[in-house]
């Protein structure tokens, strides 16, 4: 993590007060369950934001400061965080993934349940 002097337990509790969770799946956030925009959830294995910038903390920064500055036209609405709320919450949303590697090898099922269709989505939003 390259966000020095970024606290991630303040993040989280700047993204529960913004309401973030109304639009975005984000785990170890309550009411956090909106597929209305993109799930969070893995956040830190993301190779790009927006679909457009490398996810860097320093590019997710100026996203949570100022989403139409980096997508114009998104529909991510500017929240209007301070420098040091985004800083928080975008060092919480790297924790996200992180410390934890894939345990299957790419390509292989994850389990006897995973190959082949399956009735339920299989990321669910939390309660
Ligand atoms: C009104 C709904 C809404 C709210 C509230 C909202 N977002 Fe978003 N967010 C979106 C949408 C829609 C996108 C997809 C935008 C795009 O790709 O242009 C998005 C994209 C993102 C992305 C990039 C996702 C990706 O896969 O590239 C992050 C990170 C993000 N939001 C974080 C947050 C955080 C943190 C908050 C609270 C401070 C928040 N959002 C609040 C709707 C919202």
Redesign the pocket.
Known sequence: MRLAGADTERGRA??AA???G???V?PGVRGATSW???P?TE?SR?G????QHPNSPEN?VA??RD?QAM?PG????N?G?TEAEARD?AAY?FTLGAGRLPEVPAGLPLGPKDAGPREEPRIRPRA
């Open positions: 700047v993204i913004r309401g973030c109304a639009c975005h984000i209305a925009g993109p969070l956040w993301r790009y934001l927006a679909g997710l996203w949570l989403p997508a998104s529909a991510m609405p929240l965080l919450a949303l």
